[in-house]
């Protein structure tokens, strides 16, 4: 069995950081991997980052070349796409260079190893366009690579102030100079920083209220959480896609580390918006990640009154009952859920979970083949390769388990269950000491952790463990 990963700026355990920024960079969530509505959506499959809105085509998608270069893309026809673009641009010298809106296409159908060369190429038709270096950024930062990123921004402003641009594309250039801005200081934690990106982004597109969001956290990263909510509540009123400002403000004190104020703010959002499917969500989702599993329980059966059809509900309620360990209950709802999308990954690995927790042969038996299977299809998955890890240890096959776990691991991409399971192992080997200090990481670490009150008991009465 083959498998590789591939990837870049994961610096800190689990990849949480770049999954962290790829939310960021898609303007759904915010750095501390909340989502803007509901806390951590359950993902019904892993995808690439989406680019920023530098990536957005406008109002040029109405442009009846770009229209003709968009099917050639989706066609795979690179070469009469650029030809098409490069007519487009010629008829609309504002354009960015043709191989900087065939970057824009590849971003935006996640084909990342398109960017890179026509980047590259835009850079030579045009050395002197922004929107360019703003798209070198925008790949930086989904790389990881902020130092860079915030080079690339400071190039583009330069260009920005040149008199070759109209006042209104020198305002978007500008704004999307100060969007990238926001970008980096928000993923290194620079909230002062961020506030004034995001303020100067705010004078130039006020009513943005995505902005006016992100400027709320900002605020709450500077300890003005007062603030932070008269922010976060404008943005919700001026924009009602985005999430309610108190489950908001429960989901930024849960990555501050206060769980307590997190709590309260939580059954504050329930109170006021009882009737609020993004709540009853985001709720479940918070007790789901604090090990609460019976009043997360509650909460999705809450959820699931308001909306029966929604399967992101049916999802939390699968997850839910694997906390619970309630196996048959969650196999039930994941086996449902992966007959209508039997090819989405997430789903057959949730039910190779749950099925491997029983004690049927027949369970166990498909378990490994679905786990297998979603492999086979992309080895590159590290969370397809730590579930078959995980089915591996319930079987007792140590050593192709840790083989598995121990290269997701190493990679940076293992997510708490993952660390936990590679702890158990390590330390059925006889190797305490390594064993709890992947535990330890595994409850330290922020986001979703199914077998949290596991590894917590463990540590509570592990004799190595207590003795430290």
């Not at 109170?271 to 009043?295: C, F, H, I, N, Y």
């Amino acid at each position: 069995m083959r498998f590789v990963f591939s990837g870049r700026g994961e610096t800190s355990f689990g990849g949480r950081w770049l999954g962290q920024m790829q939310a960021l960079i898609a303007g759904l969530a915010f750095v501390w991997g909340s989502s803007a509505s509901s806390g951590p959506i359950i993902p019904g499959s892993s995808s690439p980052a989406q680019p920023t809105s530098a990536a957005d085509l406008g109002s040029a998608k109405s442009i009846p070349d770009i229209e003709l270069a968009i099917k050639s893309f989706e066609k795979r026809d690179f070469k009469a796409c650029i030809e098409t673009l490069r007519k487009a641009v010629k008829a609309h010298p504002e354009l960015p260079p043709p191989h900087a809106l065939f970057a824009k296409l590849a971003l935006l159908s996640n084909q990342g190893a398109l960017v890179h060369p026509a980047l590259e190429r835009a850079a030579m038709e045009d050395p002197n366009h922004p929107e360019v270096y703003i798209l070198f950024a925008n790949v930086a930062l989904i790389e990881g690579r902020l130092t860079d990123a915030a080079v690339h921004l400071e190039k583009a402003k330069a260009l920005a102030s040149a008199g070759r641009w109209t006042a209104e594309q020198g305002r978007r250039l500008e704004r999307l100079c100060y969007q990238g801005n926001a970008s980096v200081a928000e993923a290194r934690g620079d909230w002062k920083a961020a506030k004034t990106a995001l303020s100067a982004w705010l004078e130039l597109e006020p009513g943005n209220a995505r902005a006016r969001e992100r400027l709320g956290k900002a605020l709450f990263g500077l300890g003005q959480a007062e603030r932070a909510y008269e922010e976060l509540q404008r943005a919700g009123k001026a924009d009602a896609t985005l999430g309610p400002a108190p489950l908001t403000m429960g989901w930024l004190y849960t990555r501050d580390r206060n769980v307590k104020k997190a709590r309260e703010w939580m059954e504050r959002s329930l109170k006021l918006l009882p009737d609020s499917l993004r709540v009853r969500m985001g709720v479940t989702s918070w007790l789901l990640e604090q090990g609460k599993a019976d009043e997360a329980q509650t909460q999705a059966e809450a959820a699931a009154k308001l909306d029966p059809k929604s399967n992101e509900v049916k999802r939390l309620l699968g997850l839910a009952a694997r906390e619970r360990k309630d196996f048959a209950r969650s196999e039930e709802i994941f086996q449902a859920l992966a007959l209508e999308s039997p090819v989405d990954s997430w789903l057959r690995n949730q039910l190779a979970l749950a099925l491997v927790e029983q004690s049927d042969p027949a369970k166990q038996r498909r378990a490994v083949e679905l786990a297998e299977l979603s492999v086979r299809q992309n080895g590159k998955d590290p969370a397809a390769v730590a579930t078959l890890g995980m089915v591996y240890y319930r079987l007792k096959r140590l050593d192709d388990a840790e083989k598995l776990l121990q290269a997701v691991f190493n990679s940076g991409k293992a997510n708490s269950d993952a660390t936990y399971v590679l702890g158990l192992i390590k330390s059925e080997r006889g190797q305490q000491d390594p064993a709890m200090s992947l535990i330890k990481m595994a409850l330290a670490a922020p986001g979703l952790f199914l077998f949290r009150n596991d590894a917590q008991q463990w540590l509570d009465h592990h004799p190595v463990a207590r003795s430290k």
